[in-house]
T-cell receptor
Framework: GQSLEQPSEVTAVEGAIVQINCTYQ??????LSWYQQHDGGAPTFLSY????GLEETGRFSSFLSRSDSYGYLLLQELQMKDSASYFC??????????FGSGTRLQVQP | ETGVTQTPRHLVMGMTNKKSLKCEQH?????MYWYKQSAKKPLELMFV???????ENNSVPSRFSPECPNSSHLFLHLHTLQPEDSALYLC?????????????FGEGSRLTVL
């Protein structure tokens, strides 16, 4: 089977940097995705890493280490609007994405 | 606006009712998905359709019956549900079902079973 672990909650202040970790166990790994979901909203795609290393998109970056079965989402220059839930998800084998339980990020003034 | 529209947004039904959830995507995608989101649990994959053919059924109880008449529309027919089926049901689409890490989600249909 597949399993993903990520922290349930993270709190940070405006302007700070926060890192949300994700570890996974799966066979036939293809890649790791990150999604953002505001309360009452749809999950929206942030990034997808298939290869080791850091991918940067504006204030958000995502990292993958395939050998460690580990990835993280890095959010810089935090803004109040970044308060949301963040989900990691693995693509493995021929299966559709399997999601983690999500990390609720609260940004404080 | 994500290009994936779900109706109704909210639904309350009794355990003996029959209702349907509808999803429509305007993105020209060929794969469509149903996920279930319950409080404090991961999004659970229910069904995947690729070019109108069901390619994944994640051991979903038969009281949930999907239908995909074409690549743009996906339905989830509900009958004799249980209170534990109350959840947010999310529809998603992608260009194809192969090796994609990017899904486009609708805003979901929040179902309450009394």
């Amino acid at each position: 089977g597949q399993s993903l672990e990520q922290p349930s909650e993270v709190t940070a202040v405006e302007g700070a940097i926060v890192q949300i970790n994700c570890t996974y166990q799966t066979s036939g790994f293809y890649g790791l995705s990150w999604y953002q979901q505001h309360d009452g909203g749809a999950p929206t795609f942030l990034s997808y890493n298939a290869l080791d290393g850091l991918e940067e998109t504006g204030r958000f970056s995502s990292f993958l280490s395939r050998s460690d079965s580990y990835g993280y989402l890095l959010l810089q220059e935090l803004q109040m609007k970044d308060s949301a839930s963040y989900f990691c998800a693995v693509r493995a084998g021929r299966r559709a994405l399997t999601f983690g339980s999500g990390t609720r990020l609260q940004v404080q003034p | 606006e994500t290009g994936v529209t779900q109706t109704p947004r909210h639904l309350v039904m009794g355990m003996t009712n029959k209702k349907s959830l509808k999803c429509e995507q305007h993105l020209g995608h060929n794969a469509m998905y149903w996920y279930k989101q319950s409080a404090k649990k991961p999004l659970e994959l229910m069904f995947v359709y690729n070019f109108k053919e069901q390619t994944e059924n994640n051991s979903v109880p038969s009281r949930f019956s999907p239908e995909c008449p074409n690549s743009s529309h996906l339905f989830l027919h509900l009958h004799t549900l249980q209170p534990e089926d109350s959840a947010l049901y999310l529809c998603a689409s992608s260009p194809g079902a192969e090796n994609t890490g990017e899904l486009f989600f609708g805003e979901g249909s929040r179902l309450t079973v009394l």
